[in-house]
DNA sequence: TCTGTATGTGTTTACGTAAACACAAGTCAA
DNA sequence: TTGACTTGTGTTTACGTAAACACATACAGA
């Protein structure tokens, strides 16, 4: 309604005091009486003043705000890191402030650049595959950083998640203990993925070392869903005849195990399934899909702490580590 | 790593330009020479400078920043909301900041106070039931808002999103046109989830009014999940014996599909299903469940769009409506 | 040649807050 | 009664940027 926004000065004015009363009032820092803090409030209240920490920023060099940039929000699993980061940080009262890259490093870095302009506490990347630009400005800005989901390989600074080639490798052993010697492998937007790259690397590695084979391969362009699990799991049954699918996800799990039901198919031994994220929606399902559980909430509680914590704690490795769920489809 | 971080004036005395040239060429605005945008670019990456919004925003009482609450990011339809509304803001370098509610007017009032000490363009909130508080501040601090999924209501200013009880209520004229009568309602978190109660009281009414009756319902406290529906469908298939099942949720109604396939149930024959929202995956299980499509991420798209828009256009409720999606289990 | 306009750059100042410092009044033990 | 400490409040100043204004230079058209 009115033009210039109530200040501090004008909260000061009504209440009687001076400015920075109103200042240690809004902040509950330093000694106030309760009577002076009542009638600040009273007067914030009435005028309708919320406290400005754009000027307090500038004014400290600090402010409660921390960047997050994913890859993208259709994806369940960075919602939940999302939600663990939420989470952890509505404790302190500070706010993230996101970006989503899309996969794509230089978008990833022009988002980063961007959310830097406010000054945030810390970043929280996705993956450790940046560009040099974005590794760049982080080292010269100097911001504290933590990249989430991935422990496979160097940290810009600090790196929270567990090890993709260990949950690639611990599934291929578990997939050979059990028989299955043609194995096929189902992803999704998997050129930019890079994750999941690695789990399959790790996967086929053990796989061929063992003897056993990966005999098809299907990488889909677009984003994961069962659907998509679906379509490509009738066309890899129809052209290869695996004895069983690792795929990249578990919603492209939950579509080949659709497939199945609804033509006939008995799982597992017609054809093994093995998903990956352990989603909670598989519980649901028929048949318990086995899995890789993967700690995202926990990952995300623990980048924001950790990016919080007092001592920078520079090159520290965080593994959460993996659970390998054996379901009822291998 | 240096104690204090460079600012304009760094940037200006490497390139030999001053201060305000600087501030032009950071944000493209005036005339300036490519000579001297480039001098002043290279020196701004050398030193590692970045465009400082906050005493930007200070100076003039505008910065490229949206507030957004949600209830919760566990549930996929405010995450595609999200989505819509982060990539508007994408086009127009406009971040957004949030903040969760789970669910709570009191919590939200928070939120939203911490959210307006941003100085946002914007707010966009869920559903129209707030705090008088919240209802308050927004009025007295003058922001412009945008309250999303709902129009059944008095927005505090504008709203996106469509009729929920029109939507309770074409459903309910679907189930008794295929001729249903014992219904039974499966919903989670309702206490707190007022627009499902708002679908659930036009559902209901239509019901009755056509001579046939709710004849049980199941609200859980927990959120929705594929297993709670699961679980649910069980005990009020136990208990109940409904020819239909009006599930206040996708999630909930495939749990209800899963028990009937694991059970030998025939859908719709013994029991016919119906969820809300249209999510994605439905259309990988065995059987397309009927629901009602909910434009979730133009909602956002929408929403964010109107909160940027030239002329403020208060009182504005935008209903993009729902389709119901005739499935196999209807 | 003169005038007007487009182009390009600099100087001064204000934005709203919090740190640093100053100071006054009250409390309590020696 | 003194001095030290706790409690409570005010004054001055700096934070980094952008608006407003001022001032050049170049060049076209009369």
Redesign the pocket.
Known sequence: MTQ?????????AKA????????????G?????????AKVMTAAAEIG??????????????NPLVAVVVPTLGNRVFTEVLEGISAALDGQGIRPVFGVSDYDPENEARVVLDLLSWRPRGLILSGLEHSDALRQLVAKTGVRSVEVMDTDGDPIQTCVGFSQARAGHDMARHLLDKGYRRIAYIASQNSQDLRAAKRLHAFAETVTQAGAQIIAQRIAAEGSSMALGRRLTAEVMASDAPQAIYYSNDDLAAGGLMHCLANGLRVPQDVALAGFNGLSFLQALPQQITTTLSPRRQIGETAAQLLLSAEPAPDTHVDLGTQLVRGETT
């Open positions: 210039t926004q109530p200040t501090m000065h004008d909260v000061a009687g005091v001076s400015q920075m009363t109103v200042s240690r009032v809004m902040r820092t330093g000694y106030i009486s309760d009577r002076v803090r003043y919320v406290h400005n920490r754009l000027a307090g920023g500038i004014a400290t060099y600090d």
